[in-house]
T-cell receptor
Framework: DAGVIQSPRHEVTEMGQEVTLRCKPI?????LFWYRQTMMRGLELLIY????????DSGMPEDRFSAKMPNASFSTLKIQPSEPRDSAVYFC??????????????FGPGTRLTVL | AQSVSQHNHHVILSEAASLELGCNYS??????LFWYVQYPGQHLQLLLK??????LVKGIKGFEAEFIKSKFSFNLRKPSVQWSDTAEYFC????????????FGQGTTLQVKP
């Protein structure tokens, strides 16, 4: 199993540009989580999906952020327009479940975003 | 609101020293507890977890953690650290209502000097 796959691994863009981050969860995992990691705020949950449906997007900082999951094997996180304060590492994670229990979240390698 | 607090932000130890990283959480109900590790330049990996049963749980690489319900704590320990343990350590909580939503602490950076 290749694990959670994210692309790109690094993204450098200029303020005002649109940024799209991509994630492929582990096959068979029906939940997908997007996190953001910064020095100031640590790890924050942005949004999560269950069976491709957004369940909780209360962590999405602003309307500039949007996320979609068109199918079970693909999700995107889009920032439009991007701002320097969006610079962070964005992680995607998909959990392994046993029944109702979430055993472990498997994290992708992250996308390091730098907005100049 | 649920929250997780890690007391130590930056810890520096010499090899073979013992380690204890503090973690307290704020939540009135039953929780599942996790410790994740992030080695430099890598993604988060699970060290250990507690769901129920024996409050002393053992994880990978010689780490263990003890859940003390009365103190809302889940401290991470290792009797003898190695240089390769240099990493950032995150405590995380999820309510057993099971949304899978992890609440992370701010993280503790551990630097082990050879």
């Amino acid at each position: 199993d290749a694990g959670v796959i994210q692309s790109p691994r690094h993204e450098v863009t200029e303020m005002g540009q649109e940024v799209t981050l991509r994630c492929k969860p582990i096959s068979g995992h029906d939940y997908l989580f997007w996190y953001r990691q910064t020095m100031m705020r640590g790890l924050e949950l942005l949004i999560y999906f269950n069976n491709n449906v957004p369940i909780d997007d209360s962590g999405m900082p602003e309307d500039r952020f949007s996320a979609k999951m068109p199918n079970a094997s693909f999700s995107t996180l889009k920032i439009q327009p991007s701002e320097p304060r969006d610079s962070a590492v964005y992680f995607c994670a998909s959990p392994h479940r046993t029944g109702h229990n979430f055993n472990e979240q498997f994290f992708g390698p992250g996308t390091r975003l730098t907005v100049l | 609101a649920q929250s997780v607090s890690q007391h130590n932000h930056h810890v520096i130890l010499s090899e073979a020293a013992s380690l204890e990283l503090g973690c307290n959480y704020s939540y009135g109900g039953t929780v599942n507890l996790f410790w994740y590790v992030q080695y430099p330049g890598q993604h988060l990996q699970l060290l250990l977890k507690y769901f129920s049963g024996d409050p002393l749980v053992k994880g990978i690489k010689g780490f263990e953690a003890e859940f003390i319900k009365s103190k809302f704590s889940f401290n991470l320990r290792k009797p003898s650290v190695q240089w390769s343990d240099t990493a950032e350590y995150f405590c995380a909580v999820t309510p057993t209502s099971n949304t899978g939503k992890l609440i992370f602490g701010q993280g503790t950076t551990l630097q082990v000097k050879p």
